[in-house]
């Protein structure tokens, strides 16, 4: 059974920091493009970062410079460290898995930047 598991997200004050972590089971992690994306209220889902099975790294230019993907292959886990983070983060943050012929979701984590 697929799962992504999302953890990490809260409320944090702008120019906060928070880290997400998405824990993977039920496929073959290392064979996958991980990535992070989000949705804000009455919005359209958006991708945030990516990261392919060979560690190249993408990312939205809205979050470039401030956030950063990772993974670990020995633990089925991708990060997302988020920095200098204000109100337009404000988002429910999924992981998403995928490759050539599937793509799985993660329930997502609620990120709140207020004061």
């Known amino acids: 059974q697929v799962q992504l598991m999302e953890s990490g997200g809260g409320l944090v004050q702008p120019g906060g920091s928070l880290r997400l972590s998405c824990a993977a089971s039920?496929?073959?992690?290392?064979?996958?493009?991980m990535s992070w994306y989000r949705q804000a209220p009455g919005t359209e889902r958006e991708l945030v970062a990516g990261?392919?099975?060979?560690?190249?790294?993408s990312y939205a230019d809205s979050v470039k410079g401030r956030f950063s993907i990772s993974r670990d292959n020995a633990k089925n886990t991708v990060h997302l460290q988020m920095n200098s983070l204000n109100a337009d983060d404000t988002a429910v943050y999924y992981c998403?898995?995928?490759?050539?012929?599937?793509?799985?979701w993660g329930q997502g984590t609620q990120v709140t930047v207020s004061s």
């Open positions: 998403n898995a995928r490759n050539t012929w599937v793509g799985y």
């Open positions: 039920g496929f073959t992690f290392s064979n996958y493009k």
């Open positions: 990261i392919t099975n060979g560690g190249t790294t």
